[in-house]
């Protein structure tokens, strides 16, 4: 691969830079994890691609699965040092989505019952099957192009 793409004015190529401090936990050719400065929870951490790209829609696949293998390596050993209960993986892309650095990455997060975070699919409300297989065909197309 190639010099991976970076931005000058980004808090992640900082920290992949050494530019920003961190508590870097690991790092890799493709990836750096690190403690989350504003955590949800003890041992939140990110897993994080090294080079600058916003979201899923431009990241390598190769680097996504990278950062894939970070989260999983780096989430076992947080689950275990902090005794998690339960543990929560997020990956958001783009404002609607609540992503506030627009590089690639996924939040490891460490949860306790009764924490009261994250409940999206808690509060979701069932979908129409009918609509679900018309969409699925959509999908499914579209991956054919």
């Not at 989505?97 to 924490?115: E, S």
Request: charged share 20%.
């Amino acid at each position: 691969m190639s010099t991976p793409p970076t931005d000058p004015d980004c808090p992640f190529c900082r920290i992949v830079a050494g530019s920003l401090p961190s508590a870097r936990l690991w790092e890799d050719d493709l990836t750096v994890a690190f403690l989350d400065i504003r955590p949800f929870s003890e041992g939140h951490a990110l897993a994080v691609a090294k080079g600058h790209w916003p979201d899923l829609r431009t990241v390598p696949a190769r680097v996504m699965g990278a950062v894939a293998e970070t989260a999983h390596r780096v989430g076992n050993a947080v689950w275990r040092v902090v005794g998690a209960d339960g543990f929560t993986l997020m990956q958001a892309n783009g404002e609607a989505a609540n992503q506030t650095v627009p590089h690639f990455h996924i939040h490891l997060m460490p949860r306790r019952d009764g924490d009261g975070g994250f409940r999206a699919w808690r509060d979701a409300k069932p979908a129409d099957p009918a609509s679900l297989l018309a969409l699925a065909e959509r999908i499914r197309a579209a991956l054919q192009r």
